[in-house]
C-alpha cells in the first residue's frame, strides 16, 4: 500500500499541530514532550508484556492485594528507587544521560539531565526517584504475580537495607546532638 497526497497532508497538520502545542505548553522553556511520550509508550509496552506473561503463565490474579505485600513492595522500592536514582555506586548506569553536579546526602550524588536530545528524559527518568518508583513498583508488583517467594525474598532484603539506612541516619543525629556537632 502505498501513501496517498492526503496522507501526506495529514501528517503534515499533525506535526503542526504537536509543534503549535508543545509551543502553547512549554511557553518558552525547552520542554522534551516528545521525549516524555516516548517514555510513557516504552512504559505501556513494559507493562504489557508483564501483564501478558503473567497471563500466560497461568497463575490467578489474587482477589485483592496482601497488605503485608503492598508495605513490603512501598519500602522496598523506595529503597530500590534511591538506590537506583541517586547512589553513588550506581552512577555508570546514569553516567551517559546525566552530568555530575556534587553530593546530595549520605551516599547520594545530585546530576542533572544532560540536555541533548533524547539523552534529557532518559537523564530526568533516571535521576528522579518518584519517576523510578514506578517502574520499580510496576516490576515488584510482576514478580509477585509470577515469582513470589523470590519477589518477596528480594523485598525483604531491599526493606531491611531501608530500615538499616534509617538506623545509620537516626545514629548520626544522635552522635551530632551527643557532641553537640550540630
Given at each position: ?7 501526506n497532508?495529514?501528517a ?76 553513588a ?39 528522579c ?54
Amino acid at each position: 500500500m502505498g501513501t496517498t497526497p492526503n496522507d501526506n497532508g495529514l501528517a503534515r497538520r499533525l506535526r503542526a499541530a504537536l509543534h503549535r502545542t508543545h509551543g502553547e505548553y512549554a511557553d518558552g522553556d525547552d520542554r522534551p514532550l516528545g521525549g516524555y511520550l516516548a517514555a510513557m509508550t516504552t512504559f505501556g509496552a513494559y507493562t504489557t508484556a508483564w501483564a501478558v506473561a503473567v497471563r500466560r503463565s497461568g497463575r490467578p490474579l489474587p482477589e485483592r492485594p496482601d497488605p503485608w505485600d503492598v508495605a513490603l513492595t512501598a519500602v522496598a522500592t523506595f529503597r530500590l528507587s534511591r538506590l537506583l536514582s541517586k547512589a553513588a555506586v550506581t552512577s555508570p548506569l546514569r553516567a551517559p544521560f546525566t552530568r555530575y553536579v556534587g553530593p546530595e546526602g549520605p551516599a547520594e550524588l545530585h546530576e542533572e539531565a544532560r540536555p541533548e536530545s533524547g539523552r534529557e528524559t532518559v537523564g530526568e527518568l533516571m535521576t528522579c526517584p518518584f519517576c523510578t518508583s514506578v517502574w520499580v513498583a510496576s516490576t515488584l508488583t510482576a514478580g509477585l504475580l509470577l515469582a513470589p517467594r523470590a519477589t518477596r525474598t528480594a523485598m525483604g532484603a531491599l526493606t531491611a537495607l531501608a530500615g538499616a539506612d534509617a538506623l545509620q541516619l537516626g545514629h548520626a543525629a544522635l552522635v551530632r546532638k551527643a557532641t553537640g556537632d550540630e
